[in-house]
């Protein structure tokens, strides 16, 4: 029998586990449901000294998802880095009493508020450097559809990258990418401006309407076009065009049955055919972690 693939946050404390784990029981609900100590290893010597009553590993659930943890080498530095767990909620009021608790201690990065896909989102750091996103689902939507849950993610990275805008000072948004060789400015812009198109490419292969396959030189000058006509972009009509965008594709996956993502066209000379998940992942999902990843880097951020 094939045994079930799985993949589990693992969040290394570096000594603070055990204050983690009933932080996390208090503003949660966590239940631990795993716990072994370094002194109750088999093997004495993975126990460094002073580190007989650290956490080893553990797990706890949250709602319906298993967690792991450990103070891995105890070094007293956790550091989490380029993630974020992702809470969703019944309600509003549920969003805003776990938001609470989770910042005590900790910070706020984007306040609860209603956004143009979820009734209330958050997103903070709690008190050991954890990144948490608050959702709360809109009414109506099938929470196990695989359409939802790409649509989700686009959202939620969408949202981030509404976040690493409005960060960028004056000085930021004029440095040049060194991989597009744009501003930061023209990078952002380019990737809220294409938004729309892709979302009509994805109705358009979902459907089985004809699809005239664009060529890699085709692709190129109308690069080089944006970059000279919105060489001046602002940060305002940048976040503006960006969520408009996101609405839009958000919006175009949703009303996709998950039997439509197996659908293909070619999409592009010279390469294969691709499906309508591969194009949500590649041309929305992935392009947006591309740019807004090279501007991160740009920026030092």
């Known amino acids: 029998m094939t045994s079930a693939m799985q ?19 208090r ?10 100590r370094f002194k109750e290893s088999p093997d004495p010597q993975m126990v460094q000294p002073g580190s007989e009553d650290k956490v080893m590993h553990a797990s706890f659930r ?11 080498r105890c070094g007293g530095h956790p550091s989490f880095q380029g993630f974020a767990l992702s809470l969703t909620v019944a309600n509003e009021a549920e969003a805003d009493r776990l938001f609470g608790a989770l910042v005590e201690g900790g910070q706020v990065i984007m306040p609860l508020t209603t956004t143009f896909f979820s009734p209330r989102f958050g997103m903070a750091t709690d008190r050991f450097g954890v990144s948490w996103m608050v959702y709360v689902m809109p009414q109506g939507q099938a929470k196990g559809s ?11 990275k969408a949202a981030e990258a509404v976040a690493t805008i409005e960060r960028l ?6 440095k040049v990418t060194p991989a597009e060789k744009w501003s930061v400015g023209v990078t952002a812009h380019h990737y ?16 089985g309407r004809p699809f005239e396959p664009f060529t890699p030189a085709l692709i190129d000058e109308m690069n080089a076009r ?18 408009k965008g996101t609405a839009v594709a958000a ?3 949703r009303g996709l049955h998950d039997d439509q993502l197996t659908k293909s066209a070619q999409v592009m000379s010279g390469i294969p055919p691709m499906t309508v998940e591969q194009l949500i992942a590649g041309g929305l999902v992935a392009h947006l972690d591309e740019h807004f990843g090279s501007i991160r880097k740009t920026v030092g951020r």
């Open 7 to 25: 993949v589990q946050p693992y969040l290394f404390f570096e000594g603070r586990c055990q204050e983690a784990l009933e932080f996390y029981r």
């Open 27 to 36: 503003a949660l609900g966590a239940e631990v449901t795993a716990l072994m």
């Open 62 to 72: 949250v709602g319906e998802t298993t967690v792991l943890a450990s103070d891995g």
């Open 146 to 156: 695989r359409s939802e849950a790409l649509a989700r993610e686009l959202e939620a």
């Open 169 to 174: 000072s004056d000085a930021d948004w004029k």
């Open 192 to 207: 809220a401006g294409v938004l729309e198109a892709i979302a009509g490419m994805i109705e358009t292969v979902a459907t």
């Open 226 to 243: 944006h970059a000279r006509d919105h060489a001046g972009c602002t940060r305002a009509e940048t976040i503006a065009l960006l969520r």
């Open 251 to 253: 919006a175009t996956i």
